[in-house]
């Protein structure tokens, strides 16, 4: 995701989450990457932006350098409510 225009890395979360969803298939997801809208290793703007896109941060190992953000989410549940 360091490489795509700005707002893919997102929509592909996005789109990502609704399909598993729709087909109701497996719903975790490993990640070895930047997200975006988080500088650095902010856990907290890790959490929003995932959760932006209906992931749940279950492990985050921030690390040096470009690939920096590194983790494992759930899929929120289209049932569940984020507050």
């Known amino acids: 995701m360091i ?3 700005e707002g893919v ?6 789109v ?3 399909l598993l ?7 975790s997801l490993v990640f070895a990457d930047r997200l975006e809208n988080i500088p650095g290793g902010d856990e907290a703007l890790g959490i929003e932006e995932l959760q932006r896109n209906r992931w ?8 040096p350098g470009l690939a920096r953000h590194m983790g494992s989410t759930d ?6 409510i984020i507050l």
Do not use: G
């Open 21 to 27: 969803n729709q087909l109701n298939l497996p719903r």
């Open 75 to 80: 899929l929120i549940a289209r049932t569940e």
């Open 56 to 63: 749940k941060l279950k492990d985050w190992c921030p690390k």
């Open 3 to 5: 490489y795509l225009n």
């Open 16 to 18: 990502t989450s609704d």
């Open 9 to 14: 890395p997102s929509t592909l979360l996005n």
